[in-house]
Nanobody, 121 residues
């Protein structure tokens, strides 16, 4: 069984920084794309940033130049460094990964449980 476990959320003042981590555990053969999504109260879940297995990245316009996504393939972990945080970044952040559990299985998407990020003074 594969699990994605997130950590690093919390309360931060506007202009502050947080680093989210998401580690995959269990029967992981390989991981393709990984990403971070967020869902604010009353809004739809949206893509924040994505990263391919080769390291190519993409970002939502609202977080470009403030957030950085990275991954450590040896640790099956994806990170989201969030700088210059704004109140509108407040949301539950979810990690997502396309994971193959074995050589003969296709990759399928997994989600973390979500971690709350609150930006407030």
């Amino acid at each position: 069984q594969v699990q994605l476990v997130e950590s690093g959320g919390g309360l931060v003042q506007p202009g502050g920084s947080l680093r989210l981590s998401c580690a995959a555990s269990g029967t992981v053969f390989s991981i393709n794309d990984m990403g971070w999504y967020r869902q604010a109260a009353g809004k739809q879940r949206e893509l924040v940033a994505g990263i391919t297995s080769g390291g190519s990245t993409n970002y939502a316009d609202s977080v470009k130049d403030r957030f950085t996504i990275s991954r450590d393939n040896a640790k099956n972990t994806v990170y989201l460094q969030m700088n210059s945080l704004k109140p509108e970044d407040t949301a539950v952040y979810y990690c997502n990964a396309d994971i193959r559990e074995s050589r003969i299985r296709r990759a399928r998407p997994y989600w973390g449980q979500g971690t709350q990020v609150t930006v407030s003074s």
